[in-house]
């Protein structure tokens, strides 16, 4: 909790009261359609954008301080036990429907993220060398080119070897990137139809890019799969598999590697979008029974039962607001820079 003290601070631009509504798709014969919300979650900010000490806190429809990284669940349609979704599918189509924590909105450069290694994960903007991170602009596009974030529940382990890439996971949940029409806010929780995978490989780690698609936007009824993607929105797999190969060049490293020759797998065939969920999420589990090596990640969790790291959520309301009421005053902003890389 020391750790994290330092780092927040409670402002003036704290919205305390900014409601993220999570929808439940029901299935039928003809496809998915949306229903009444099923759950809420709200969002707490502390601290001001863009500062270092900036934090995204979630709260439950109870009001209760939660980890969007361990207590929003993994699948849609799901009952719990110890915590845990478990329960299966009714069909196809919603054995594909997952949470989604947005951490970057679409056309946006600042390096938003769950906040890993503190104590609930907050969302936070990553830092390097003390400085904020922002993603370059490389021409044509202006920072993200999609709604960006992870599946909550999901851990790619460093210390497990992936069959398919013969890589170790890059410690974090898996990415996704959402790729519905709609510019969506830090922090929304959403829920994705997943389309295909990307096979990233970060200085020799596995870095999973998921391809998937808000089940409210208007248009997806008409995505099933990868397939769908290059006939519907024509150039966009191109768009982001350069995007992922290039973004960190103007930093002054080298292109991104992926395996498979940068394929974006199916989730159809073989399912295999599917097994690396599938995979990740057990790792998770093992994470949060304290069955594997964790490292710096901070397992503390509201309702996981039977999680030796679950805590009271008294406990996570007193140490959210244990942090001083006090506006933090160093401010970063983004300085706006074109990449012409000529590739």
Known sequence: MRALLPLLRTGWGCRAGTLVAARLPSV????????????????????QPPSPGYRLFFKN???????????????VDSTQENGIPTKRA????????????????????????????????????????????YVANIFPHKGYIWNYGALPQTWEDPHQKDK???????????????????????GDIIRVKILGILALIDQEET?????????????????HDIDDVKKYKPGYLEATFNWFRMYKVPEGKPENQFAFNGEFKNKVKMAFAL?????????????????CDGGAI??????VRDSPFQCTPEEARALVQSVP??????????????HFLGK
């Open 28 to 47: 039928a014969s003809a496809g998915l359609a949306p229903r009444r919300a099923m759950a809420a979650y709200r969002k707490e900010e502390r601290g």
């Open 61 to 75: 429809e109870a009001g209760h301080y939660i980890s969007p990284f361990h207590d929003i669940p993994l699948k």
């Open 90 to 133: 009714r069909n196809d189509e919603s054995e594909n429907l997952f949470n989604m924590v947005v951490e970057v909105p679409r056309w946006t450069n600042a390096k938003m993220e769950i906040a890993t290694q503190e104590p609930l994960n907050p969302i936070k903007q990553d830092i390097k060398d003390g400085k904020l991170r």
């Open 164 to 186: 398919s890439t013969d890589c170790c996971g890059d410690d974090d949940p898996i990415d996704v990137c959402e790729i519905g029409s709609k510019v969506l806010s830090c």
């Open 207 to 223: 870095d999973w890019k998921l391809i998937a698609i808000n089940v409210n936007d208007p248009e997806a009824s008409k995505f």
């Open 275 to 291: 097994e690396v969920i599938k995979s990740a999420h057990e790792c998770w589990k093992a994470l949060l029974m304290k069955k």
């Open 298 to 303: 901070n397992c503390m969790n509201v309702q």
């Open 325 to 338: 009421s006090s506006i933090n005053k160093e401010s970063n902003e983004e300085e706006q820079v074109w």
